[in-house]
């Protein structure tokens, strides 16, 4: 393939992309939910809550799912169910 060439499977690109909105969307919920509670996640006190360690989990897999971390299917479904959990607590958490 010469000097471009690529190493990355198109549908695991794709997986990327989804998994960057949906996990920049569990992160806005998170901000609305810790913001209820009283929560200041990027205190030390608050990244001690379980809702501050969600948090920074959620927003460790935002940072790194472009980079080299996250590079073949079974990363992007491990990934997804992470979402997957996530995303149900949420809901949980909003419909209270």
Same mark, same amino acid.
């Given at each position: 393939?010469? !000097? &471009?060439?690529? *190493?990355?499977?198109?549908?695991?690109?794709? $997986?990327?992309?989804?998994? @960057?909105? !949906?996990?920049?969307? @569990?992160? !806005?919920?998170?901000?609305?939910? /810790?913001?209820?509670?009283?929560?200041?996640? #990027?205190?030390?006190?608050?990244?001690? /809550? @379980?809702?501050?360690? %969600? #948090? &920074?989990?959620?927003?460790?897999? $935002?940072? $790194?799912? @472009?980079? *080299?971390?996250?590079? /073949?299917?079974?990363?992007?479904?491990?990934?997804?169910? /992470?979402?997957?959990?996530?995303?149900?607590?949420?809901?949980?958490? %909003?419909?209270?």
């Amino acid at each position: 393939m010469g !000097a &471009w060439e690529i *190493s990355c499977d198109y549908d695991v690109i794709l $997986h990327k992309e989804i998994m @960057l909105e !949906a996990f920049a969307g @569990l992160m !806005a919920d998170f901000d609305r939910i /810790t913001a209820k509670e009283g929560i200041d996640v #990027y205190s030390d006190e608050g990244k001690n /809550t @379980l809702l501050g360690k %969600m #948090y &920074w989990q959620i927003n460790d897999i $935002h940072k $790194h799912i @472009l980079g *080299s971390r996250y590079k /073949t299917m079974e990363d992007m479904l491990e990934i997804r169910g /992470t979402f997957k959990f996530f995303n149900q607590f949420v809901k949980g958490v %909003m419909a209270e």
